[in-house]
């Protein structure tokens, strides 16, 4: 069974901390990695998308990375801020789907 | 550009009733997804369509039915409701995963059945 893993479930932090967020999975037939981000009571907004060919993607302070062959990406998040609580989830890329982890909840303590 | 538009944003149906959740995009994508979110639980899709006329089922589909009659549109409905059917429901669209193209999720429709 295809699965994805996120660790931790939860994280709280105070404002400045840089953090990673983990996420895992279990098929090689996962092709690219989507880490999308979700405020209460709203929809999915999309961060970065690591492509099969690529190891790493950045956007302003975030970094996600990739490697299939131990089935791990990284969420980094330089200078966190209050503004960037919510819940971050990874999904893997497979034939007709995503795959989704159940998500962090990160809290950033001003 | 509007995206993938869902409505309604809210219902309450009662069980045994039916409806349909709408969804729409605009930009062309050929794939689009209906998934659902279970407090605690990771997205699970429920329906996909690779293109018009063409549709299949995902992980959750019991219960569900949709159709694909243009590219714009991929409706969801829910026939004869049931409390386990409360959720939140999410439409997504995306040009070609399979070309590492990403994907777009609507704002969801929050649904209770009671």
């Known amino acids: 069974k295809q699965e994805v893993t996120q660790i931790p479930a939860a994280l709280s932090v105070p404002e400045g901390e840089n953090l990673v967020l983990n996420c895992s999975f279990t098929d090689s037939a996962i092709y690219n990695l989507q880490w999308f981000r979700q405020d209460p009571g709203k929809g999915l907004t999309s961060l970065l998308l690591i492509q099969s060919s690529q190891r790493e993607q950045t956007s302003g302070r975030l970094n996600a990375s990739l490697d299939k062959s131990s089935g791990r990406s990284t969420l980094y998040i330089a200078a966190s801020q209050p503004g960037d609580s919510a819940t971050y989830l990874c999904?893997?890329?497979?034939?007709?789907?995503?795959?989704f982890g159940t998500g962090t909840l990160l809290a950033v303590q001003p | 550009n509007a995206g993938v538009t869902q409505t309604p944003k809210f219902r309450i149906l009662k069980i045994g009733q039916s409806m349909t959740l709408q969804c729409a995009q605009d930009?062309?994508?050929?794939?689009m997804y209906w998934y659902r979110q279970d407090p605690g639980m990771g997205l699970k899709l429920i329906y996909y369509?690779?293109?018009?006329?063409?549709?299949d089922k995902g992980e959750v589909p019991n219960g569900y039915n949709v159709s694909r009659s243009t590219t714009e549109d991929f409706p969801l409905r829910l026939e004869l409701a049931a409390p386990s059917q409360t959720s939140v429901y999410f439409c997504?669209?995306?040009?070609?995963?399979?070309?590492?193209?990403?994907?777009?999720f609507g704002s969801g429709t929050r649904l209770t059945v009671v």
């Open positions: 369509s690779v293109g018009a006329g063409i549709t």
């Open positions: 930009m062309n994508h050929n794939y």
């Open positions: 999904a893997g890329g497979a034939t007709n789907k995503l795959i």
């Open positions: 997504a669209s995306s040009y070609n995963p399979q070309l590492n193209y990403g994907y777009t």
